[in-house]
């Protein structure tokens, strides 16, 4: 059943007490943006975090957290408003074999929520898309 922010719940708690739902993570409250990438044939799913000072961290726990360069956040920035995030469906038509990113996104005060097949992108997300597996992705 949906639940009030816009995710999926199966209206029962897990045993560790937590909600069995399906919504992403909260973005962290320093955070700038929040991707996971979901799917593709043998169905992974990977996710990274990039905070505004420039800091990297995914859950691969092999990864080293990384940091970005004044230059690359600014670049960065600029992709985020040119993408518009605010402004795109929240939600996407899946596709089986196919990657699909979620953005969670911090625009000021503003958390924006999206979702893109990275073949049916538009162009500034797949420019904000190039930026982010630069970032580490």
Not at 17 to 32: F, I, K, M
Not at 37 to 66: C, E, K, Q
Not at 108 to 135: D, S, T
């Amino acid at each position: 059943m949906p639940d009030e922010q816009g995710g999926w719940s199966l209206g029962e708690r897990l045993a560790d007490g937590s909600d069995a739902s399906l919504r992403a993570p909260a973005l962290p409250r320093l955070a700038l943006l929040r991707v996971s990438r979901s799917g593709g044939l043998r169905f992974t799913t990977r996710t990274i975090t990039i905070y505004h000072n420039g800091l990297v961290i995914g859950n691969d726990p092999a990864r080293r957290p990384r940091t970005l360069s004044p230059q690359v956040i600014a670049r960065l920035h600029h992709a985020l408003l040119r993408a518009r995030p605010c402004r795109l469906p929240r939600r996407i038509a899946l596709s089986p074999d196919s990657y699909v990113y979620s953005f969670h996104v911090r625009i000021g005060e503003r958390i924006c929520q999206f979702e893109v097949v990275a073949a049916n992108a538009p162009p500034a997300v797949h420019a904000l898309l190039r930026l982010v597996h630069q970032a580490g992705f």
